[in-house]
T-cell receptor
Framework: AQKITQTQPGMFVQEKEAVTLDCTYD???????LFWYKQPSSGEMIFLIY??????QNATEGRYSLNFQKARKSANLVISASQLGDSAMYFC????????????FGSGTRLQVQP | SAVISQKPSRDICQRGTSLTIQCQVD?????MFWYRQQPGQSLTLIAT?????????ESGFVIDKFPISRPNLTFSTLTVSNMSPEDSSIYLC?????????????FGSGTQLSVL
């Protein structure tokens, strides 16, 4: 079964608008971490934001915020005031605290910001 | 945080040969991993590089094909052995940095491998 699901293969957003990228996850581990990464066409993986399962507040990093709904097992990324440079692939990932502790990645969402 | 240097950045190799990819982290990290990203795909974990012991491989990946070393906390290598065109991918080294209330998994810039 998929542990990380990103149901939007592609998204479009107008410059300066906000956009939400969806991510749902599946785990029975009570302790885990959720991550979002950006991969531009250059191929590098850029860390955006982290949310721990026990964190009471949603994580924020500049224009990025994570809408964490634990009961629904969702960890959506919200990008505010989109910029042309935000056009890239975005990956959601999860790390479970038991076991190997490596990240499992979703299939990704390609975001295109239009002027 | 951590900065990861990975080399080579790209290579074109002949079928049947082997390539070793190096990964150097500028600070001590708890864990290091190797991922593969096939064209147009997401990242797939190959193995966890364990310091001073054998790597822990994921299903579908074996030590004979992808031998991994991690002699100390800041350095690891991945070898792609007896290559075939199916091994053409981006290979990424990563390192887990942990603080009190935060974690980050940093990535190297990747090795773009093409096998002819």
């Amino acid at each position: 079964a998929q542990k990380i699901t990103q149901t939007q293969p592609g998204m479009f957003v107008q410059e300066k608008e906000a956009v939400t990228l969806d991510c749902t996850y599946d785990t029975s581990d009570p302790s885990y971490g959720l991550f979002w990464y950006k991969q531009p066409s250059s191929g590098e993986m850029i860390f955006l934001i982290y949310q721990g399962s026990y964190d009471q507040q949603n994580a924020t990093e500049g224009r990025y915020s994570l809408n964490f709904q634990k009961a629904r097992k969702s960890a959506n990324l919200v990008i505010s005031a989109s910029q042309l440079g935000d056009s890239a692939m975005y990956f959601c990932a999860m790390r479970e605290d038991t076991g190997r502790r490596a990240l499992t990645f979703g299939s990704g969402t390609r975001l295109q910001v239009q002027p | 945080s951590a900065v990861i240097s990975q080399k080579p950045s790209r290579d074109i190799c002949q079928r049947g040969t082997s390539l070793t990819i190096q990964c150097q982290v500028d600070s001590q990290v708890t864990m290091m991993f190797w991922y593969r990203q096939q064209p147009g795909q997401s990242l797939t974990l190959i193995a966890t590089a364990n310091q001073g012991s054998e790597a822990t491989y994921e299903s579908g990946f074996v030590i004979d094909k992808f031998p991994i070393s991690r002699p100390n906390l800041t350095f690891s290598t991945l070898t792609v052995s007896n290559m075939s065109p199916e091994d053409s991918s981006i290979y990424l080294c990563s390192a887990l940095w942990t603080a009190a209330t935060n974690e980050k998994l940093f990535f190297g810039s990747g090795t773009q491998l093409s096998v002819l």
